[in-house]
Nanobody, 124 residues
């Protein structure tokens, strides 16, 4: 089982940017599909973005398309989420997730390994 630790969350004004990182340990994630999810208070955990094991394929939720960019560095065992033009509705705890697989996945139930989450707060 791979262990995941997110970092980079914080407070930012609307229109600003943040870059989240997710560092994996315990084994390589070069054979894992990975993704970012988020959960706002009182809401279900929702898909944000996902990336295939090579990084060649990505997929985004419609609400973040054109504003967020998912990427990975397999040599560093690290996943990233660059978030630009942030909006108050992006406020949530952001989680990274991983599963063995070549392609990408969008459902939380598809992923077996999760980080503890990092808070992102966007103010008006």
């Amino acid at each position: 089982q791979v262990q995941l630790v997110e970092s980079g969350g914080g407070w930012v004004q609307a229109g600003g940017s943040l870059r989240l990182s997710c560092t994996a340990s315990g084994r390589t994630v070069s054979d894992h599909s990975m993704g970012w999810f988020r959960q706002a208070p009182g809401k279900e955990r929702e898909f944000v973005a996902t990336i295939s094991w090579s990084g060649a394929s990505t997929y985004y939720h419609e609400s973040v398309k054109g504003r967020f960019t998912i990427s990975r560095d397999n040599a560093k065992n690290t996943l990233y989420l660059q978030m630009d033009r942030l909006r108050p509705e992006d406020t949530a705890v952001y989680y990274c997730a991983a599963r063995i697989g070549a392609y990408y996945y969008t459902s939380p139930s598809d992923f077996g390994s999760w980080g503890q989450g990092t808070q992102v707060t966007v103010s008006t």
